[in-house]
T-cell receptor
Framework: GDSVTQMEGPVTLSEEAFLTINCTYTATGYPSLFWYVQYPGEGLQLLLKATKADDKGSNKGFEATYRKETTSFHLEKGSVQVSDSAVYFC??????????FGQGTTLQVKP | GAGVSQSPSNKVTEKGKDVELRCDPISGHTALYWYRQSLGQGLEFLIY????????KSGLPSDRFSAERTGGSVSTLTIQRTQQEDSAVYLC?????????????FGDGTRLSIL
């Protein structure tokens, strides 16, 4: 069945460091891909999405490119801030829209 | 406008009791999803509703779990004869349609603790 694999955390970075969180997927067909973020004490929020190969999703300085050839959707940010500390989830959606999530990666940014 | 609303935000109950969790989706959203977030299993899909179509129950872990959606809006997730392994955060999400690519909007969840 469809699945999503994320790099294990926690990831600890200093402020202004470059961030990469790896995400790969297995799916039949061409699903849409998402990154969701969960800030401490808050609910899941959509961060960005891409619906077809080579699409780049971007929001709040974060980017991810849908790579069909490597079945990947890695999350990147050029300069992280303390306020980016959160749990990040990569997900794919089936043709019915239900989401299949990766296990989540905790990011901690230190000043 | 209001987001997805879930109640209660926290629920503590004894093993063997039944519980009901409620979800109010965003107005106009026809698709509604339930997920469960637990330490050992991550985020798991439970069930989804789309309009008047039969729900997709493929993610429900046992027949103790059921859900209904009345009038195409509010949904209730019921767990009968709760067990300790049911302890988790139960998340509800809604979207404009159950189509690939439609973003889902999540509620803050119900944290369920089974003693």
């Amino acid at each position: 069945g469809d699945s999503v694999t994320q790099m294990e955390g926690p990831v600890t970075l200093s402020e202004e460091a470059f961030l990469t969180i790896n995400c790969t997927y297995t799916a039949t067909g061409y699903p849409s891909l998402f990154w969701y973020v969960q800030y401490p004490g808050e609910g899941l929020q959509l961060l960005l999405k891409a619906t077809k190969a080579d699409d780049k999703g971007s929001n709040k300085g974060f980017e991810a490119t849908y790579r069909k050839e490597t079945t990947s959707f890695h999350l990147e940010k050029g300069s992280v801030q303390v306020s980016d500390s959160a749990v990040y989830f990569c997900a794919l959606s089936s043709n019915t829209g239900k989401l299949i999530f990766g296990q989540g990666t905790t990011l901690q940014v230190k000043p | 406008g209001a987001g997805v609303s879930q109640s209660p935000s926290n629920k503590v109950t004894e093993k063997g009791k039944d519980v009901e969790l409620r979800c109010d989706p965003i107005s106009g959203h026809t698709a509604l999803y339930w997920y469960r977030q637990s330490l050992g299993q991550g985020l798991e899909f439970l069930i989804y509703f789309q309009g008047n179509s039969a729900p997709d129950k493929s993610g429900l872990p046992s027949d103790r779990f059921s859900a209904e959606r009345t009038g195409g809006s509010v949904s209730t997730l019921t767990i009968q004869r709760t067990q300790q392994e049911d302890s988790a955060v139960y998340l509800c999400a809604s979207s404009l349609a159950s189509l690939d690519g439609q973003p889902q909007h999540f509620g803050d969840g119900t944290r369920l603790s089974i003693l």
